[in-house]
């Protein structure tokens, strides 16, 4: 691969491999990379993206772990059982009371509700609970609140742990202002008459019930118990407590999850500025490189070439995406180099023809004879057709790759398109005294193409062919199927090809003709090359030569080789 470091004489220019020191797009890219700072990243759409979309999962991930928190809700769900066994417990002692006294006293008698007083007297409630007995109408015969045990010593391993909870008490304050500018609906408190009046009725029918409320303060549980003597019930206890360890130890719970939330929140940051910067930064750079090739109003550019940053070397998308922008500004700049040069071989050649016509217009004003004039005017009308055929090839070949896209490709038969070119050409070298020969298969020979197009390259070849043989001289084409391929030769006796020409004859414009080569543009070639090469085949060109001839022995003539894929 050839590549141009200022010195003339180089054959291609890649846009992938050009260096230009001090490049101004090189130097927009590094002025680019040192502005930005520690928060440039920021800046990024596609960064923000990034760090918003990991953040809004970790969000709803700790949304969803504080609202449906199943510990609370398993939580209350064992204390209400504990205080239902607790009030059943309870009334199962009071009803047992009056069997046990001395005299046997009936429930209802004032010595049963002395007892019973003593007996819940004597009991150590915790400050959170208090505890009621009801008799048969409903009425409050006891009430108890408890101050808490006198003479414990509390479990450790039971303790509720009572650190600090900076970030639920930040979190309670928000949420309380906000509620306090934003008015709600809020949820009606319930009748505590009409909550005890249930819970009563229920134990009257001889079965415990409990209530669980969720106040803005917390939980409130209610438990009520039938007193049942001889299984009649006669009265009722309720407890009522609200746990406020429950709502410490909650607290506690959610401060540690918002704690990890925290933490989590604060790398998952990290790590998405980190995979943003791998992601953004190049893009970035990427992106600058080509702005900085079309903007129209960068005046400190210079007229070299874009650069794309080379990320080939990074195993993801971004490596392919700079693999594939490098190719294509290659490749851009190729077509820019090609279509340069051959605007100026375009030039030159337009400049022969018409320098030819200047000339014999100029000599025809002086001439008197009229076999001069005749003359001057073969050469003028010669000039002319020789303009002409340029032009059109000149065309045809500026418009060949985009027809070739749009053309459809179809099925057809080889052989009967090279018969039919062969019995109209065979006429024209009959006229030159050539002898023209045939050798076709019999079976067809299928192939995928653009038949017009195939056609187009065996006319110039075998036009080539006639042109270069003189009289007595012989033509010869002939077809084979090799395997997956079918090979097409195009043969003559013709002077052959100077060696050191076989691969330079399909150069547009190869300056290397011999005088005699007639109306024949220069293009011809090139453009059947560039066809072959369009449908995936080859052509090459080769002297033919006696086996085991000297290589530096005259060749006995020129052949023209197309191989197609079937």
């Not at 022969?352 to 000599?363: C, D, E, K, Q």
Request: contains cysteine.
């Amino acid at each position: 691969m050839n590549t141009q470091t200022g010195a003339p004489g180089s054959d291609v220019v890649l846009g992938d491999d050009w260096v230009r020191p001090q490049s101004a797009v090189d130097t927009e890219v590094r002025i680019h990379r040192a502005r930005r700072g520690l928060f440039s990243i920021f800046h990024s759409p596609l960064a923000r993206k990034i760090i918003l979309f990991n953040m809004l999962a970790l969000v709803l991930l700790v949304a969803g772990v504080l609202f449906t928190n199943p510990f609370r809700d398993t939580l209350a769900s064992q204390h209400e059982r504990a205080l239902v066994t607790q009030a059943e417990g309870l009334a199962d002692m009071l009803g047992a009371l009056p069997a046990i006294l001395p005299a046997h006293p009936a429930y209802d008698t004032t010595e049963a509700a002395l007892a019973r007083r003593t007996a819940l007297g004597a009991l150590a409630l915790d400050s959170e609970t208090e505890v009621l007995v009801m008799d048969a109408t409903g009425g409050i015969e006891l009430a108890r609140r408890g101050s808490g045990r006198r003479s414990s010593t509390p479990v450790e391993s039971l303790q509720v742990d009572t650190q600090p909870t900076l970030i639920s008490n930040v979190l309670d304050t928000i949420w309380s202002a906000l509620s306090a500018i934003v008015p709600g609906d809020r949820s009606p408190q319930p009748d505590p008459a009409a909550l005890l009046a249930d819970l009563h009725a229920q134990a009257m029918n001889g079965h415990s019930a409990s209530r669980v409320l969720r106040l803005d303060e917390g939980f409130r549980m209610l438990a009520a118990a039938p007193v049942l003597v001889d299984g009649t019930p006669v009265g009722a206890v309720i407890m009522q407590e609200i746990p406020s360890h429950i709502e410490r130890m909650l607290r506690t719970e959610r401060e540690q999850v918002l704690q990890m939330f925290i933490v989590a929140l604060l790398v998952s940051v990290g790590l998405s500025l980190v995979l943003a910067s791998t992601i953004a930064n190049p893009l970035a750079d990427l992106a600058t490189a080509a702005e900085m090739g079309r903007d129209r109003n960068a005046r400190r550019m210079s007229p070299g070439r874009v650069r794309i940053p080379d990320l080939t070397g990074r195993p993801d998308e971004i490596g392919r995406l700079s693999s594939a922008m490098r190719g294509m500004v290659s490749a851009l700049y190729d077509r820019i180099d090609a279509n340069e040069q051959f605007a100026a071989d375009v030039a030159h050649e337009i400049k022969n023809p018409l320098a030819s016509l200047r000339s014999a217009v100029g000599t025809l004003r002086v001439a008197k004879r009229e076999d001069q004039v005749t003359r001057l005017l073969d050469v003028i009308e010669h000039d002319v057709r020789r303009l002409d055929r340029l032009i059109s090839d000149t065309s045809n070949a500026s418009r060949l790759d985009s027809e070739l896209v749009k053309e459809e490709e179809e099925t057809f038969n080889l052989c009967k398109t090279l018969d039919n070119l062969s019995q109209h050409l065979a006429q024209e070298a009959e006229a030159k005294g050539v002898e023209f020969i045939t050798e076709l298969p019999r079976d067809p020979i299928l192939i995928q193409g653009l038949e017009a197009r195939l056609a187009q390259v065996f006319v110039n070849l075998i036009t080539n062919a006639i042109s270069f043989c003189g009289e007595g001289d012989a033509v010869r084409i002939w077809a084979r199927k090799r395997d997956n391929r079918v090979l097409v030769v195009v043969e003559d006796t013709g002077p052959g090809i100077p060696d050191a020409a076989l691969t330079k004859v399909f150069k547009r414009f190869y300056s290397e003709r011999p005088q005699d080569f007639g109306n024949h543009s220069g293009l011809g070639l090139a453009i059947s090359k560039q066809i072959v090469e369009a449908h995936g085949g080859v052509i090459w060109a080769e002297n033919i030569r006696p086996t085991n001839a000297d290589r530096n022995s005259p060749p006995l003539g020129a052949r023209f080789v197309v191989g197609l894929p079937l």
